[in-house]
């Protein structure tokens, strides 16, 4: 075996230097208030905390002293550990807070314009699209009427989306929806909602839960749906349905209130009309169809030549749902209706194609 070399005494053998931990926590505490980012206050943590650092040399230390002034020692030199670490803690976390808001500060757009004396008079201001004006318009004709506007999520469960409205899995009705579904869950469990419907249910769970029937809203919303663009027709369209539950409501009601809103929204030259049809949410169902305000009623393409458009569907709420949302069907009654606001726009404005609402055209836009 090799003998150590040197003739000095073995390090075990030296007495160990006194640590000023007070004059160690002391200089810590002005190192961590003057680190100005992340990356000064990784480089103070590693000169205070790392291996080569005082509090750990003197801790490596330890095992020269006798027990006493070891445990003391060692609770001294724990003590100023904990507490250099709160103080990066705290400083990291407002230097973060103090760079992220730089970021944004950094990364924000002026989107303000600074228009010329000599433009000025050719620049004009922007306004509302049709379909927003459309739409303020019709919630201006509903609260006339008594109703109210509620909203909800426009990403809606297979539940709310078809279940509680008398649509079970592989019931024929849902190819009446070509649906888009989100990869979230298990499959075709979450979609992209086809209709403002899952609205309805909503509020009559509410309605149950918090004891407030009866119910007179009105439900605008973007609704989405695998549909070929045409004159008539949009794959992501804006729709606004009503529901009314309460007592004695009648199908009589409906045919009023489908009548009230024609004549306040068009005008007295188009006249409603309801004729049979089927909805799984609804029984007995309609359709109501309005007169073709291109043609006023003589036929065109936009009409396909009958005279009249299709305006939305409704009916009086199938028991069924009223039973799937925890209201008495014996007690309580109602009916809804829903119809497309891309539609309403394009007859109270005579467009003759749909499509125009999204080309972004300014010479179209422009004109409303």
């Known amino acids: 075996m090799t003998a150590p070399t040197g003739g000095g005494p073995d390090d075990r053998d030296r007495p160990a230097e006194v640590v000023d931990v007070a004059g160690i926590l002391a200089g810590a505490q002005l190192a961590v208030a003057t680190a100005g980012s992340s990356r000064h206050l990784d ?7 790392g291996k080569r650092a005082p509090l750990s040399a003197a801790a490596r230390q330890l095992g020269t002293l006798e027990a006493e002034a070891r445990r003391d020692r060692g609770r001294a030199i724990q003590e100023a550990r904990a507490a250099i670490e709160h103080l ?7 230097v973060t807070e103090a760079e992220r808001h730089q970021r944004l500060v950094d990364d924000r757009l002026d989107l303000t314009e600074v228009v010329c004396s000599e433009v000025r008079s050719t620049v004009g201001r922007g306004h509302l699209h049709l379909v927003t004006t459309t739409r303020d318009a019709l919630e201006d004709v509903f609260v006339g009427m008594g109703f109210r506007v509620a909203e909800g999520p426009e990403v809606e469960s297979d539940w709310y989306n078809f279940g509680a409205l008398n649509i079970p899995p592989a019931h024929p009705a849902r190819g009446m929806f070509d649906t888009f579904y989100l990869a979230v869950g298990a499959p075709e469990s979450t979609m992209l909602r086809t209709h403002t419907s899952p ?3 909503h509020l009559m769970e509410e309605a149950v839960a918090a004891g ?7 439900m605008p919303g973007r609704c989405y749906r695998r549909d070929t663009p045409d004159a008539r027709h949009l794959p992501v369209f804006h729709q606004m349905e009503g529901l009314v539950v309460d007592r004695g409501i009648s199908f009589a009601d409906l045919a009023g209130t489908i009548e009230t809103f024609t ?6 030259g188009i006249s409603a009309r309801l004729r049979p049809a089927y ?3 609804t029984e007995p169902s309609a359709e109501f169809e309005i007169t073709c305000a291109l043609c006023h009623g003589a036929g065109c393409r936009t009409c396909s030549h009958t005279g009249w458009i299709e305006l939305g569907g409704c009916g009086m709420v199938d028991p069924a749902v009223l039973a799937a949302t925890g209201i008495d069907a014996g007690t309580w009654s109602g009916f809804a209706f829903g119809f497309g ?15 125009a609402l999204v080309e972004n055209d300014i010479r179209f836009l422009r004109q409303f």
């Not at 480089?43 to 905390?49: I, P």
């Not at 407030?212 to 009105?218: G, M, T, W």
């Open 43 to 49: 480089e103070v943590e590693t000169e205070l905390l």
């Open 88 to 94: 990066l803690a705290e400083r990291r976390r407002e």
């Open 199 to 201: 609205v309805q249910v």
């Open 212 to 218: 407030s029937l009866p119910i007179h809203a009105v």
């Open 263 to 268: 004549t306040a929204y068009f005008g007295e």
């Open 279 to 281: 909805f799984p949410f």
């Open 341 to 355: 606001i891309d539609r309403c726009a394009q007859m109270r404005h005579g467009i003759s194609d749909m499509r």
